[in-house]
């Protein structure tokens, strides 16, 4: 190398450490890629996704030319450097060692450090250009990237190792969930919310989103049918129960609009309402949302009754109840009924017993556990041990309440203070 002149060394070091760089932007971007997005692009038809994905595939072959590359210009490059170093100051074991340190911060600054980091940063915007590069030096190289990975194998199957098992790894629904959080910025808000929840309906049972047992409007068919017609004439909702003697028993599930046209005439009676009615549909207490949900569909139905292990009614579930855990509230409250919750000049809220937790943490913010009691009434009953009389005051999980008033050995309304920041 003694006739070749320094100029074209120091353009050979250079040229050497742009390639080095190029090797190492390559593996850390093709490393760094969302696979998903990935995926995307190339069912899409996106030619440069289609190449990067056909690479990834092979990752040992793609990392056996992009590391054999690096690395013997890596060792050229020190090499250049030692020749450039003695043709100017000698073959001392100084200038040796000085040479040798400032080849490695140089390939660690401008062709390993800056290029990675570069990759990691944009890896989408540099893998798929690069991949028309790297798919054409994948087939020249490949006898000798081959030959390598012979050893490579070998030394795998002795440590017991399979790589391609790794590939294989699904998403748990917990994983998904934090890959819906987590990639926030690119899913609208409202999207998001309803991902989350949809992922929560494994989790969720009836038991947390049925009107209770105390709330529920429905018919006594062994009434006269005076009070039945006007039941009907006034009733908000469109399916009612039908029970007789008493409300464990339901005997069946009647339409509104069915039955409409006989209470517009006034021929109404006990048996007028049973050639109508549907046979009740019964769901077990504890049966998920997700599966309540598939259920529902399978059977044609809208709503369920929800029953203990003794076979004694629970509450009531319907289809609205199911979807508004997924996209929110979206359905009216009958007039009589009214809001539950009613905010007071000073902050606090007026809340009604029954109200469920769920409600409650879900529209005014709160934090109530709901691994035990559903509604704020169990909840208090539950953490006092007994049954409260009214201007008793308490605090349960961080919360200061007060108990206004009291009906029938449960709380009726309860007022709940603001939290102080």
Not at 19 to 43: C, D, P, V, W
Not at 89 to 105: D, K, N, Q, R
Not at 158 to 176: F, Y
Not at 326 to 349: K, R
């Amino acid at each position: 190398m003694d006739d070749i002149p320094l100029s074209v060394l120091l353009g050979t070091l250079v040229a050497l450490l742009i390639l080095s760089g190029f090797f190492s932007i390559s593996e850390t971007s093709m490393m760094a890629l969302n696979r998903y997005r990935l995926k995307h692009l190339a069912q899409s038809g996106h030619r440069g996704a289609k190449l990067t994905s056909s690479l990834l595939a092979q990752t040992d072959k793609l990392l056996g030319v992009i590391l054999l590359g690096n690395n013997l210009i890596n060792a050229a490059s020190a090499t250049l450097v030692t020749v450039i170093t003695v043709r100017l100051m000698g073959e001392s074991e100084l200038t040796l060692s000085i040479a040798t340190l400032a080849v490695t911060f140089v390939i660690l600054v401008f062709s390993e450090i800056t290029p990675k980091v570069m990759g990691a940063a944009y890896p989408e915007r540099i893998a798929l250009p690069l991949s028309f590069i790297l798919a054409p030096l994948l087939k020249l190289f490949y006898p000798v990237v081959w030959f390598v990975n012979l050893f490579v194998r070998g030394l795998l199957k002795i440590l017991h190792l399979k790589p391609g098992a790794a590939n294989n790894s699904s998403l748990s629904l917990e994983e998904l969930r934090t890959l819906v959080l987590e990639e926030a910025h690119f899913i609208p808000h409202k999207h998001q919310s309803i991902l989350v929840n949809l992922f929560e309906l494994e989790k969720i049972t009836v038991n947390d989103v049925m009107t209770p047992r105390n709330q529920i409007e429905a018919i006594d068919l062994d009434a006269p049918a005076d009070e039945i017609h006007h039941q009907l004439s006034t009733c908000h909702h469109t399916r009612i129960p039908i029970y007789q003697g008493q409300l464990d028993n339901i005997i069946g599930l009647i339409h509104i609009r069915k039955i409409f046209h006989q209470t517009q005439l006034g021929k109404l009676d006990a048996d007028s309402v049973r050639e109508v009615m549907r046979e009740p549909y019964f769901i077990p207490a504890g049966t998920s949302l997700f599966t309540q949900l598939q259920n529902f569909q399978e059977n044609q139905r809208r709503l369920g009754l929800v029953v203990d292990e003794y076979g004694e009614l629970l509450g009531l579930v319907s289809l609205e109840d199911i979807l508004e855990e997924i996209v929110g509230e979206f359905t009216t409250h009958a007039p009589a009924q009214g809001s539950a919750f009613h905010l007071q000049e000073d902050g606090s809220w007026v809340v009604d017993g029954g109200s469920l937790l769920r409600d409650l943490n879900r529209k005014l913010g709160l934090a109530f556990p709901l691994d035990g009691p559903k509604t704020l009434n169990g909840l208090i009953l539950e953490h006092l041990e007994n049954i409260p009389e009214a201007g008793i005051s308490l605090k349960v999980a961080g919360m200061t309440m007060e108990i206004l008033q009291t009906q029938d050995r449960s709380i009726k309304t309860v007022k709940i203070f603001a939290v102080v920041p």
